[in-house]
């Protein structure tokens, strides 16, 4: 057994301050932390070196320091020799718990700071909020302590060991510990101090710790209002019995105020702080019953500011803390989640601590993106996956609203069924998941607490739980290692197991028809919610749209957790300059996962993903159905829990094949939460020809800003079809003209060419059957093994990637018809692909297409064919669903209008480039130069996609800078009947089969159109 300090997980810490609050002593009541003398931040420059070893750098400990560093950073991003590591399950070395390798960097941080002269005769307490992943302090070249635990803050009384005048601190931080066993999440293995670091000065007699809760009473509406205060006097003496101090030597006063957000004092108090620890072990409580407050929850996050004063009887202020707190009720009830009553769906998101530059560091800039964007696309939660976040951050989802699922640094993932049970970490569970605990314990927006993932179901955990019940019964718990059938991870089970241990059925990755079941058979109390579904990794979120079907109808199911919110790129720059994102084993590592930290809904700069834009389609707070479209009478129905439609305004607008016909405004209608209004639009219906269509279109926004979003944000809309009068049939196109009087088409070879064009070569590669997709990671993950059952993997065996051309046939030259047939290398003749060509009007060639797909074939990755065009037709238009991409099992976020851009802005750049830019529901596209506008129109609807490279040379690339040499003097477009859906089967269902496509017969025509511009 080691005798280190950081291969010993029963030792968790050496002279570590118990876990409280973060409060900063002030010196007046609105005075903010950052403004009070009593806080000296220490963030910025360090001395710094790195050594290989702990060893190593104890060795040096005393010696002069002689390189730089930023702090908070993690030195893995910062160019100190050791860069960072992803891996998802697996340890990046050696699984032997506790046991770490000798090959250990390990840091020595310096700084020196002036002890103002006001602190002398105070305590000064040194606070580092988060390192990775083992520390030890040193002040003026003395031990001060040793902790673990790299999300959470350590605290160090430091009194003892300052110098009046200047001081030295140095931090020795080691890479990998006994705690790297339980901090094995899915994200990239990071070192060094990434959170703030700074000293407090205390009085001798202070405020140690505040804890505050304001419950609500549902049936008289009153807020219940509680609050203990823990003080303390600062203790000199050296532990020999004569020598004891006596503590306080005189009863103080506690002095509490609580303020609205107008600063109306609503409540306030002021007891007897006793100088007799026996009376009441420096602990005093107050309660009180408010009438009329403001109930606090991610709609209307209303906070009220409470103000604690420790004082003498003469009235001298001793110590001043302030917090803000709001009133609400958590409950489990029935198989709802209530929160004030009401149940709440959780639209919610696992999200990790990640910037692109920064590492683990992030900014109150970079958190407040954050919270905007969840707030502008309809997300009301957040899991803090998969540890504590930094104080900050919880501070900012009490002020605009998220609800949070406060997670436990507990993952022992590689250490699955082991770990939980072990005795010997029992000690690292307790002080993790308790301390996370009385560090949060006011904020508002955490409504649960989480022990943490991934780590199965133990002994450590059902005793911790224990004491959780016991600390905090005003919130819940989720604990999905509850849900497993066995100590594995891969057995769901189809309850959350002991409601003990856990208030949710929570499992990770179900299928949509296996939650529904769970909802009809109701063999449980608890409701449903997905602490992790539809993985968004690379293209995907396929299905949403159904999953928020079910949520929505069943009771029981109550939403869940996205995996997750960002892509966790790193920025890198290549030999030419160009930057790009990396991941797993960009960095030279010999142990990693690929591109799995790949997997959020916003690329890592904060640019949403297109499938943000579904998730706030789905999950928008309003609903509008028709009661006749013709008529213009609608119902709109307010589905936000508890605020009105007071501030939002109404519109609406008909559109005409994409052109405005009319639009509208109600205004604001005065609609409650929870109710509906009948409106009617009064348009007057407009005329149009067969084959033309009118759409009308609502839109609710906002009309003030907001402080999440700007005047005008777009919180939610419809759109139906309006079956307007037609005054026509619409244009059709004369009979097919024969090949004598215009060369028409040459089948044999690759261009298309029609007389009045003046034989322009409009095609560079005329229409041949497409069978691929450059695979999304649903499709395959790229740098794993074990992949062979994935779509991808089956469409390459059978040989979809590479089709053998065995006989192309005309089989008539008056009507242009010509017959390939297609072998695979798995599959002799096993394709076949009829076109029909036709003149069918002025400068119009129709084409019809007929598929054969031999049974023995997978399902498909799509049907229709691919052809390129100069690279100069670069103007793109189409009338469909837009503005963004879209595909079969992901189109609920995107409308129906007329867009238009460059063939280029259409390539969606995902990290590891793969299938993107597809467009569905479209009646027709075009492209353009300055010479022919070419436009491609379906008989019913059709999909297509417009790039500037080729689908097998995009699918060679594994980053985005890499694109940029594939690119072609060439517009390559693809048009299908139908493309294969999403799904979301990188780590979770496949597509479902109702978006899949069997091999069978399929037909398709479409029309080329050419115009001189």
């Known amino acids: 057994m080691s005798t280190n300090f950081w291969e010993l997980p029963e030792l968790t810490h050496i002279n570590k301050l118990p876990a409280r609050s973060v409060l900063t002593p002030l010196t007046a009541e609105g005075q903010k932390g950052d403004e009070s003398p009593w806080k000296l931040k220490l963030d910025g420059q360090w001395d710094f070196n790195i050594f290989p070893s702990p060893e190593e750098a104890k060795a040096k400990l005393n010696d002069k320091l002689t390189d730089t560093i930023t702090v908070p950073g993690n030195w893995t991003l910062q160019d100190k020799g050791d860069p960072p590591i992803y891996t998802n399950v697996q340890m990046p070395w050696k699984n032997n718990p506790p046991l770490v390798p000798e090959d250990n960097p390990s840091g020595i941080y310096g700084t020196r700071f002036s002890l103002p002269e006001n602190w002398t005769s105070r305590r000064t307490i040194f606070h580092i909020g988060g390192f990775e992943s083992y520390l030890e302090l040193y002040v003026n070249g003395k031990f001060c302590g040793m902790a673990k635990d790299s999300r959470l803050p350590s605290e160090f009384d430091i009194t003892p060991l300052l110098l009046a005048g200047e001081n030295e601190i140095k931090a020795l931080v080691v890479r990998w510990s006994d705690s790297s066993y339980v901090e094995d999440q899915d994200h990239w293995w990071m070192a060094g101090i990434h959170r703030s670091v700074f000293l407090h000065s205390y009085n001798d007699i202070h405020i140690e710790d505040i804890r505050v809760n304001g419950d609500l009473d549902l049936s008289t509406k009153a807020g219940l209002f509680t609050a203990q205060i823990k003080y303390n006097k600062k203790s000199d003496f050296e532990g020999r019995a004569l020598q004891i101090e006596k503590g306080i030597e005189e009863d103080l006063l506690m002095d509490i105020t609580l303020t609205d957000a107008e600063g109306k004092i609503v409540y306030t108090d002021k007891k007897a702080a006793f100088y007799s620890y026996r009376k009441n072990q420096y602990l005093i409580d107050f309660k009180g019953e408010l009438n009329g407050v403001h109930a606090w929850s991610s709609e209307s996050p209303y906070l009220y500011e409470c103000y604690v004063k420790l004082m003498t009887k003469g009235g001298e202020v001793l110590d001043i803390r302030t917090l803000k707190m709001g009133f609400r009720n958590v409950k489990i009830e029935d198989r709802e989640l209530l929160i004030n009553g009401k149940p709440v769906l959780i639209r919610g998101v696992n999200r990790h601590d990640h910037d692109p530059e920064t590492g683990k560091a992030v900014s109150e800039k970079r958190m407040i993106e954050d919270i905007r964007l969840l707030k502008q696309f309809n997300f009301n939660a957040v899991r ?33 069924a082991t770990l939980c049970r072990n005795p010997r970490w029992l000690n690292g569970f307790r002080e993790r998941i308790m301390n996370m605990m009385k560090r949060d314990k006011n904020h508002p927006s955490i409504i649960g607490w989480s022990v943490g993932n991934e780590t199965g179901n133990g002994e450590n955990h059902t005793e911790v739980i224990d004491l959780m019940r016991t600390y905090d019964s005003t919130r819940i718990i989720h604990h999905e290692g509850e849900t497993k059938d066995h100590w594995n991870q891969l057995d769901n089970a189809d309850t959350g197991g002991n409601n003990r241990y856990n208030d949710f059925i929570d499992p990770m990755y179900p299928s949509i028809e296996r939650i529904i079941d769970v909802a009809v058979e109701n063999r449980d109390s608890r409701p449903v919610i997905l ?56 960095y030279g590592e010999k142990i990693h996962d690929f591109d799995f930290c790949i997997n959020g809904m916003i690329w890592p700069d904060r640019t949403p993903h297109p499938a943000m834009h579904e998730f706030k389609k789905v999950t928008q707070p309003f609903r509008i159905e028709p009661s006749s479209v013709r008529e213009g009478r609608f119902v709109i129905y307010n589905e936000q829990d508890f605020l009105s439609m007071d501030g939002l305004e109404t519109t609406w607008k008909i559109e005409v094949e994409g052109e405005l016909m009319e639009e509208g405004s109600f205004g604001t209608l005065s609609l409650p939460a929870g109710g509906s209004m009948a409106v009617c639009c009064n348009y007057s219906t407009p005329e149009h020809l067969e084959n033309e269509n009118a759409y009308v279109t609502f839109s609710i926004k906002t009309k003030a800003g907001t402080p999440w979003c700007d005047a005008g944000h777009e919180i939610a809309w419809e759109q139906f079809k309006a079956p307007a009068p037609v005054i026509g049939e619409g244009y059709e196109y004369d009979d097919a003209e024969t090949a004598e009087e215009e060369e028409l088409i040459q089948p044999g070879n690759s261009r298309i060419s029609i007389a009045d064009w003046n034989m322009e070569s409009i095609f560079t590669m005329g229409a041949k059957i497409n069978t691929w997709r450059a695979g999304t990671d649903n499709d395959v993950i790229r740098g794993w093994t074990g992949q062979e059952n994935k779509a991808l993997s089956q469409w390459n065996k059978a040989g979809l990637d590479d089709l053998i051309l065995e006989e192309d046939e005309i089989l008539d030259t008056e009507k242009m018809t010509s017959k390939r047939t297609y072998s695979t290398k798995a599959h002799k003749n096993c394709i076949t692909h009829r076109q029909v060509f036709s003149k069918t009007g002025p400068d119009c060639l129709g084409v019809e297409n007929h598929f054969t797909y031999d049974s023995k074939l997978p399902s498909l990755p799509r049907v229709g064919i691919s052809l390129e065009m100069p690279g100069n037709f670069e103007n793109l238009e189409w009338y469909g669903m837009g503005p963004h991409e879209s595909y079969i099992d992901r189109k609920a976020g995107v409308r129906m209008g007329r867009y238009a851009g460059l063939v280029k802005e259409q390539y969606v750049p995902y990290i590891l480039p793969q ?51 594939i690119l072609i003097d060439s517009t390559v477009i693809t048009i299908d009947l139908i493309q294969r859906g999403l799904g979301t089967a990188s780590c979770g269902p496949d597509t479902r089969e109702a978006y899949t496509i069997k091999p069978g017969e399929y037909d398709f025509t479409y029309y080329i159109q050419v115009e001189k511009v």
């Open 384 to 416: 803090t996956s998969h540890y504590p976040n930094d104080t900050r951050w919880y501070e900012l989802c009490d002020q605009y609203g998220i609800y949070l699922i406060d997670e436990a640094n507990v993952e022992a993932h590689d250490n699955y």
């Open 531 to 586: 602490c992790e579904y539809s993985h968004a990794m690379g293209n995907s979120n396929g299905s949403l749209s159904e999953y928020w079907d079910a949520f929505k109808k069943y009771k029981g199911l109550q939403g869940g957790f996205i995996w997750d919110w960002v892509d966790q790129g790193l920025t890198k720059t290549d030999d030419k300059g160009r930057n790009y994102w990396a991941y797993g084993g960009d």
């Open 915 to 965: 299938e993107n830019g597809n467009k569905v529901g479209v009646k027709w596209f075009s492209l353009s130069n300055d010479k022919y506008r070419v436009i491609f129109t379906a008989e019913k609807e059709m999909e297509f996609s417009v790039h500037n490279y080729r689908a097998e040379d995009l699918f060679q690339c594994f980053h985005t800078n890499e694109v940029e040499d």
